[in-house]
């Protein structure tokens, strides 16, 4: 063997020597770094939440119910004689008072009329006039013949003549007075009519489109427009048995009249359809007689004023109203409730920042808190944020809810 071949393979050998010891000290690199890693890992921190305690105090309870607007008055337009329409005197949508004329019917017809029965009252008159001139004319033969029938210096029938004919004119004086309030209650009855041809509000009020046309033939059964009262306006609504029987104890307690009377110790809320608050309050007027007992609701009207008449017959919105006031209560965020098939549970953090989850009764909602009815106590710490990484027994590290701490 040769020199150069006996030093090749010495060159292997200690290449392959020097290879095995590499990879030995990267293992044993890596397994130190393991190690130390190990060693350096501990247990989580437990996970941070946020908390706002239990609050009691006494708060409103409100209900809010769909309203409808209506008008506190509203007349429907008619004509009370027939005949053909020849002015429109109001402008449609504006504001009309009581007397004010909207229409006028065709007057010729009355007119004529009201002449017709002025002429036969003053025929009757006439008429009165000369049968009380015959009646007295009989009246003085009458007292003439009697004494002289008497002494006979005159046939006893031309007295009997007499008096039949002062009985006849009588009579003729006392159909004369008949006619005459017969033709008085005419005359007075096309004045009406005439009067009737300029149609006019009954009320104050808002008038609405013309339901008919210049020249169309018109009759009392036709409506020719409406007028809605709007100031104050009317809203209707309907309540539960349960808060009827609320609004009304509340009611009593204060001293105040029976609900079914008008009353202004509920003052009412109107939010309307743009989702803004009517600035002006209202009240309960009155309620209806009886609780329907297909929906068990009782229909309430309650009025608002209705300055500048914004608010229309027709409208929408949503009352809302306190029922009840609840002493005592417990009170804590809605986030920090959480509803599982109909069930309701909160997560509560003990003193030793141990998570108990706990199964409550929750009431009525005010604002963004719910109050508790059992389940929970005054001073308890509730977590408000972060229920989702806590479980039953979780340790945590609670710190306190900054948007809960102004709603306290």
């Known amino acids: 063997m040769s020199l150069e071949h006996v030093l090749t393979r010495l060159m292997n050998l200690i290449k392959q020597r020097f290879c095995v010891i590499l990879v030995a000290c990267s293992g044993l690199a890596l397994l130190a770094g393991c190690a130390g890693t190990s060693a350096s890992t501990g247990p989580p921190p437990p996970p941070e939440v946020l908390v706002t305690p239990v609050t009691q105090k006494d708060v409103p309870i409100y209900g809010d119910w769909v309203a409808t607007l209506d008008g506190y008055v509203n007349a429907n337009i008619q004509p009370q004689v027939s005949g053909y329409l020849v002015e429109q005197k109001y402008r449609e949508g504006s504001l009309v008072h009581k007397g004010d004329i909207l229409f006028e019917i065709d007057p010729r017809p009355f007119q004529a009329a009201l002449d017709q029965a002025r002429g036969q009252l003053a025929q009757a008159r006439g008429q009165l006039a000369q049968a009380q001139a015959q009646l007295g004319l009989a009246e003085i033969n009458v007292k003439r013949n009697t004494p002289l029938a008497a002494a006979q210096a005159i046939a006893q029938s031309q007295l009997d003549n007499d008096i039949q004919a002062r009985a006849q004119y009588e009579a003729q004086v006392k159909t004369a007075q008949a006619n005459i309030q017969t033709y008085e209650a005419a005359v007075e009855q096309a004045e009406l009519n ?188 509730v977590i408000s944020e972060g229920t989702a990484k806590v479980a039953d027994g979780t340790v945590v590290t609670p710190k306190p809810d900054p948007d809960s701490q102004g709603k306290q």
């Open 194 to 381: 005439l009067g009737f041809t300029h149609v006019r509000s009954l009320i104050d009020g808002i008038a609405g489109i013309a339901a008919t046309q210049i020249g169309n033939l018109v009759g009392p059964n036709a409506i020719l427009t409406a007028v809605s009262q709007v100031d104050p306006i009317k809203v209707y609504f309907s309540i539960s048995e349960q808060e009827y029987l609320s609004l009304a104890g509340r009611i009593e307690r204060r001293g105040g009249v029976d609900l079914l009377r008008a009353n202004s110790a509920v003052p009412l809320q109107l939010t309307l359809a743009s989702e803004t608050v009517y600035p002006h309050p209202g009240r309960i007027i009155f309620a209806d007689r009886q609780v329907n007992s297909q929906t068990g609701t009782i229909r309430i009207v309650g009025e608002f004023p209705n300055p500048g008449n914004v608010l229309r017959p027709g409208q929408f919105g949503r009352i809302r109203a306190e029922t009840t006031l609840k002493k005592g209560a417990l009170l804590i965020p809605q986030r920090a409730v959480t509803e599982l098939q109909g069930r309701y549970q909160v997560a509560v953090v003990g003193s030793d920042n141990r998570v108990i989850i706990r199964s409550v009764q929750a009431g009525d909602r005010v604002g963004p808190m719910w109050v508790i009815d059992s389940g929970l106590q005054s001073g308890d710490r």
